[in-house]
């Protein structure tokens, strides 16, 4: 006889999308060690560390340092403003005080995760996206920063995202229902 668990984990398998659009998650094994230990945690600076360093390889085959970009990055995303926790402006203004001397990037965000992801996954170049998760929408990751780079639809239609999760995790799947605020990187023409 099958446990609850068992049969709740089989279920859960089922309720999972079969077919995954967007970015592979080879391209972000790498991060699985870029893992947000301390407390409080400052996932808003290690989810911008990842899309700069992505993005900087991506475009030019360079590998930023790690310590360096979350350093640098942590006082303009986490510690900028004197409250606890990031919110998406905090996310935005540390990548743009970051980006303000690279004319290769822009950096854009939004509200509506569920209309904003799938369209810059389906683009011919996507580009991965700082997505929030909330407690208010009973994200099991509470108030949190993942960088999604994959999509897929279950079969009763429910949309989910492939994560990189700054916890050990370059392949979490969560429900887009329980997100809100994203962040991303825009390539700028004539660069």
Partial sequence: ??????AKEIQAKKNM????QGLKPARFAKYRSWINSGTPGICGTYCSAVLVHDAVLQKYK???????????????VDEFLPYKGTFFWDVQHGLKALLKD????????????????????????????I??????????????????????????????????????????ILPASQTIGCVWLEERKNN
Avoid: C
């Fill in 62 to 76: 360079k590998s930023l340092d790690k310590d360096t970009l979350l350093a640098g990055l942590l006082t303009v």
């Fill in 131 to 172: 997505v929030g998760t909330t407690r208010l929408f009973n994200s099991k990751y509470k108030n949190h920063w993942v960088v999604v780079y994959a999509y897929g639809y279950n079969e009763d239609g429910k949309l989910f995202y492939k994560a990189y999760d700054n916890h050990g995790r370059y392949q979490a």
């Fill in 17 to 20: 999308p079969k077919k995954w």
């Fill in 102 to 129: 690279i004319p290769d990037w822009s950096v854009k965000s939004g509200l509506i995760t569920e209309k904003i992801v799938p369209a810059l996954l389906d683009r011919p170049n996507p580009v991965p996206v």
């Fill in 1 to 6: 006889m099958m446990s609850n668990q068992a």
